[in-house]
């Protein structure tokens, strides 16, 4: 990552090994500069790192290495070891130091000439020589530890770059001048405690990789007969990272569970790998906000939500700052999960939910932006996808594709204009990103200078429940909106839109369900569920039931049953846990106690003794004292607590096994002017009483945007009326109770009543999708968006 000298980077290396030392070898791609690092192998526990100041040709490299073979002769010599692209990090257990390295590489993609690689094979091998081994070494604890970390498949899903930053975004890339060991302490790089050591010790990144955790793919496509690459990069969090039930929501420091930076990257074709114009796009998807988390329980495959009460949205507040920082403003939520409805005899969910954390997600919004300038505002997209895509009708993907349209109005994108410059400019800067080219025959360095012609500003945050099949869609039609201005931009296209039906469009899917499974696998155990795209593509709808099936079984199953030991092993991975000799192991620990044995070195002796594996929530400590379900806990800046269980039930109207009740007049219902529906929109006085003694606060004072109201036609007086009813009066949700559906992510078992009644006709959905005045009037201004 950092250059050696005059811009060149080490990239492919020898290892050596002596009675005392390894010699690893280093040497840029074009054989024109050759350095050497030595590793100490007396030390039994301590890591000795010295590298060689001098910078070697190969006929003096190869010298050098003779002379320490003729020095060592008696000793058996020097001996070689294995080839290697790279040190992953040094890590410690009980014992030795150990030592991982890159041993097989593949080349996966180019940016603006800079080579991205993703690990085909790593191994590693201890530092010190096998006669001053500690006893530990071969305990059944220190072997345990290293089949944990060698169960961190390096070969899967982790790519890097020797001289492009890829740990941050293009745009990040231009305008900050950030480079060497400050990149790894980004929250992308997840060799960062592996590399800390190292680098450490020598002052100098020149030695090891920065490793990207998610996902990579580059794919040449052509549109009206013109070519371009497509890259799509998924950028996993080392923050808070784990797996779906061990890690939910925010921690205290602000960091979410699931944080994932997709960056679109296209430019046009060109001959000389540097094309004249690149654009990017970047978008974000992470857990919901809010200090909550999940059982799992190998008897119920949709465990509880336990919700903690965050004074003052604390945690919330920091992870949106942080938002903030990244990616400016404005901040637009996208939010996907069920909302909860104000009448019993439409509800979903016969436990509080989803619907739960949307009502307290919309509430924590309203108290942020309440201290908020009008132009920072956080601007709060709702729309329950789950609803949606099983209404007849209802075209999904144009209805995200139209919102997604509309927000990149405001966020816009990041257009560069390419040049190359000589040797005397090859320094990182502003701009500016070094670069080592290899086709000038000179093997001068040259520089990629980046000059930005328009920036992206503010960033749309998508999530649902899990962050991952329905967040998964909604990135793919932000992602299409944004790819027909890029290739308009770039000029490949006349208009700025592409169809949904496009060729394109397919190809662009392609990419998307593929991250799609990636990150799913890595969070949830499984491949995404992809019904929606199943159902854009006219596939067999059978076949995609029982794909969605199996794939349901194969999430409950890894939930259940793998995730504690593959958490232990991100933990040991990124450092989170450091074992020490007479401190308790890993796998006595619950999964949020690591944290402290780890960097204090104390623990509670009742604690100890427990196996209940307990899924974390943050850095410390945080979950509820007897895990109360959140029916049970104060929740809100009044400390109001939430109704139990039963007093929900008993505030329903009519009761599920009643008779559908028309809740508006026949000659209204046809109607599609909401207008005169007014007289409707309005709450009982024991619902609004109802609300505040929940601590909601007033009316008209935030950025909230209904997507699931604009999506409605005016001709249903059922759910949708009881809804739309709802949501003009009140930004926020009542908690509801609603019946559950089989599926995590796409509610596939529709229980209740048939959604028949709902169809409309492809003139009303356009129509209904048609808001974009008002889109802009509710950006400039805030409040509800009412229709």
């Not at 050596?16 to 024109?32: A, H, N, P, V």
């Not at 091998?125 to 530890?145: K, L």
């Not at 290293?146 to 770059?161: A, E, M, N, P, Q």
Request: glycine share 6%; charged share 25%.
């Amino acid at each position: 990552m950092e250059a050696v000298t005059n811009g060149k980077f080490l990239q492919k290396f020898r290892l050596y090994e002596t009675k005392s030392k390894f010699y690893l070898i280093g040497r840029d791609k074009s054989r024109t500069l050759w350095r050497v690092l030595k590793i100490d192998r007396t030390e039994s526990t301590e890591l000795g790192i010295e590298e060689d100041p001098t910078s070697y040709t190969e006929n003096e490299c190869q010298e050098l290495l003779w002379r320490i073979h003729e020095g060592n002769r008696l000793t058996g010599g020097l001996k070689f070891v294995t080839k290697c692209y790279g040190i992953v990090g040094f890590v410690k257990f009980l014992g030795p130091y150990y030592m991982v390295l890159i041993t097989r590489r593949r080349k996966v993609g180019t940016i603006c000439g800079h080579e991205i690689y993703s690990i085909c094979k790593s191994e590693m091998i201890a530092v010190p020589s096998v006669i001053v081994w500690p006893n530990v070494a071969y305990s059944r604890d220190e072997n345990r530890y290293k089949r944990l970390l060698s169960s961190v498949d390096l070969s899967k899903d982790f790519f890097y770059s020797y001289s492009y930053n890829i740990m941050r975004s293009l745009q990040k890339n231009i305008t900050e001048k950030n480079t060497g060991q400050v990149v790894y302490e980004t929250m992308f790089v997840w060799n960062e405690f592996l590399t800390r050591a190292i680098r450490n010790h020598l002052k100098s990144a020149s030695w090891t990789v920065a490793l990207i955790h998610g996902f990579f793919k580059q794919s040449k496509l052509s549109v009206s007969g013109k070519d371009f690459w497509l890259t799509l990069i998924a950028r996993r969090s080392r923050h808070f990272a784990g797996t779906r039930f061990m890690k939910r929501g925010v921690n205290e420091k602000g960091r979410v569970a699931n944080d994932v930076e997709t960056e679109q990257i296209v430019f046009e074709d060109s001959s000389d790998e540097v094309p004249s114009q690149i654009t990017s796009v970047v978008q974000h998807r992470g857990s919901i906000p809010l200090v909550w988390f999940q059982e799992t329980s190998r008897l119920n495959i949709r465990p509880d939500i336990i919700l903690k009460p965050d004074v003052d949205y604390k945690a919330t507040r920091l992870h949106f700052e942080n938002l903030v920082h990244r990616y400016g403003n404005p901040i637009i939520i996208l939010n996907l999960i069920k909302a909860s409805l104000t009448s019993a005899l439409y509800t979903r969910e016969k436990k509080p939910r989803e619907s739960l954390l949307r009502a307290e997600f919309a509430k924590a919004i309203h108290y942020i932006n309440k201290e908020l300038p009008d132009d920072r505002r956080l601007k709060f997209l709702h729309m329950d996808l789950s609803k949606l895509s099983r209404r007849k009708g209802t075209n999904v993907l144009a209805l995200l594709h139209k919102v997604a349209s509309d927000v990149l109005e405001l966020t816009e994108f990041l257009n560069c204009a390419i040049t190359t410059t000589g040797p005397d400019d090859a320094s990182s800067g502003q701009g500016t990103v070094a670069c080592d080219d290899e086709s000038n025959d000179s093997q001068n360095v040259s520089a990629t200078k980046l000059v930005p012609l328009l920036l992206q500003k503010g960033v749309l945050r998508t999530n649902c429940i899990d962050c991952l099949d329905r967040t998964n869609v909604a990135q793919f039609a932000y992602g299409l909106a944004a790819l027909g201005r890029q290739l308009h931009t770039l000029g490949l296209t006349e208009a700025p839109k592409i169809e949904l039906h496009a060729p394109l469009a397919d190809d662009l899917m392609d990419f998307y369900e593929r991250m799609g499974d990636t990150l799913a696998i890595q969070y949830g155990g499984s491949a995404a569920h992809n019904k929606i795209f199943c159902e854009q593509r006219g596939q067999w709808k059978a076949a995609t039931q029982s794909q969605e099936f199996l794939r349901t079984l194969q999430r409950y199953y890894n939930n259940a049953y793998t995730d504690p030991e593959k958490q232990d092993a991100i933990n040991v991975f990124l450092g989170h846990f450091q074992p020490h000799q007479g401190k308790p192991a890993l796998w006595k620990l619950d999964s949020d106690q690591h944290y402290n044995i780890g960097r204090q070195g104390t623990l509670n002796e009742e604690i100890i003794g427990r196996s209940k594996i307990k899924r974390s929530m943050s850095d410390g400590n945080i979950l509820l004292d007897n895990n109360v379900p959140v029916s049970n806990c104060n929740v809100g800046e009044n400390n109001t607590e939430l109704l139990p269980m039963q007093q929900l039930a008993d505030m329903r109207e009519p009761s599920d096994s009643a008779p559908e009740i028309s809740v508006c007049e026949p000659n209204l219902c046809s109607s599609t002017n909401y207008v005169t529906m007014t007289g409707r929109h309005s709450m009982s006085e024991e619902r609004q009483n109802y609300l505040k003694r929940l601590g909601y606060p007033e009316l008209h004072s935030s950025n909230f945007l209904d997507l699931d109201l604009l999506s409605s036609s005016g001709n249903s007086c059922d759910e949708e009326v009881f809804e739309r009813s709802s949501l003009i009066n009140s930004p926020m949700d009542v908690i509801s109770v609603e019946s559950s559906t089989s599926y995590s992510e796409q509610g596939h078992n529709d229980e209740g009543r048939d959604d028949t009644d709902l169809s409309r006709s492809s003139s009303q959905l356009s129509d209904a999708r048609d808001y974009s005045d008002r889109f802009a009037q509710w950006v400039a201004n805030g409040g509800m968006l009412c229709y």
